[in-house]
């Protein structure tokens, strides 16, 4: 069985996810795959590994012993395939496709870094997260990083970083905004259909706010940058200016006091960013590399 390493990280991941249904969807196979691997592995070994419980799984007293070994096969496995990397040594310049906050805001501040880790050129595509989808699809791209769980069965996403979006403006805000303060204010607006703009509806329901169709909207916008730029040049006495975007954007501006942030009563607005990857590649040994490494870095 130990020669069969995709049973032994099935079953590191159920461990880890402490769920069948989140290992398979990390996994990028079925739940019944999953539910066959561990049968196969306790049926082999002839004992108990997990207790299926309504809360998820706990792990057996024998299942820890196998949690222990197939981890150490596991950091053998990786060490070999960094190994194969120094010999493949291939030249290639490898592909990202990014959402606009991702590859304007998020990957310039370690994407040196990532080059010299991987031994790779890099190259970013910025667009939508739709976009940068479809361009994974199309093999046009190795690697999507966006903000939206666009589901398609030809695709594995990993949870990456976690994105909170805030108030912002070139005045000094309240640190949690009351319905009136909202009211008050002018309002650079995302356009309708913006996953940002949906987050921030969800979160003024959630806390009983006013809907920002009563707000003073002065302008929509798409961009990100644009937003910044208007709410950055606006006039700096009288009612704010203010509009919603990614902390990420915005973070040396908050810490040199240009910019000031807001948030909604007791909530944060928050979004996963996700890594995404086609599932016929999901053992390619440069795609693993590169993961591993973003997965390391998210926090």
Known sequence: MLNDFAKVN?????????????????????????????????????????????????????????????????????????ELLKIMNKDVTFMFGASFIIGNYILPRFLNQLKRDIHNDVSINVSVSHKTIADLLDKKIDIALVENYITNDDIIYREWMEDEIVIFSN?????????????????????????????????????????????????????????????????????????????????????????????????????KLYIAYRKDRKHDAFIENVVDYLLKIKS
């Open 10 to 82: 099935t079953f590191l991941t159920v461990v880890r996810e402490k769920s069948f249904s989140k290992a398979s969807a990390k996994l990028g196979i079925s739940q019944p795959a999953v539910t066959q691997q561990m049968k196969f592995i306790e049926e082999y070994l002839e004992v108990q590994l997990l207790d299926r419980k309504k809360n998820g799984i706990k792990v057996t007293k024998e299942g820890e012993m196998l949690y222990n070994i197939a981890q150490k096969i596991e950091r053998t496995v990786s060490n070999c395939e960094k």
């Open 171 to 271: 005045q000094k805000l309240p640190a949690r905004a009351k319905p009136e303060d909202l009211l008050s204010y002018k309002w650079v607006c995302r356009n309708p259909d913006s996953n940002t703009r949906m987050i921030f509806k969800e979160n003024l329901d959630k806390e009983n706010f006013p809907d920002c169709d009563q707000f003073d909207i002065t302008s929509e916008v798409t961009s990100a940058t644009t937003i910044i730029q208007t709410v950055l040049h606006s006039e700096i006495t009288g009612t704010p200016t203010v509009s919603i975007v990614s902390r990420n954007a915005i973070d040396s501006l908050l810490k040199s006091n240009t910019l000031f942030e807001s948030r909604i009563g007791n909530s944060r607005m928050t979004r």
